[in-house]
């Protein structure tokens, strides 16, 4: 993919420009890319910001994926 990426003028990133062949091309293997997706619930966009903050506060406190998973699957 020949992607250009557009600067500012400080050379901070923002834009990229994709040529209108290979958008065409993403358009039909992915069907909808070009649809908005903003049908996250308010309370669930919330819970998300909440946690990040918590994270953000305390990020000891956080568990390793790996070993959440063993958690849970211990208890089944």
């Not at 919330?46 to 998973?69: C, S």
């Amino acid at each position: 993919m020949s992607l250009q990426y557009i600067s500012d003028n400080t050379g901070k990133t923002t834009g990229v420009f994709i040529p209108i062949s290979e958008w065409n091309e993403l358009k039909s293997k992915y069907k909808g890319i070009e649809q908005e997706h903003t049908d996250i619930p308010v309370w669930q966009m919330e819970e998300a910001g909440k946690r990040l903050q918590d994270y953000r506060n305390e990020p000891t406190q956080a568990l390793d994926f790996d070993a959440a998973m063993e958690d849970i699957e211990k208890d089944l």
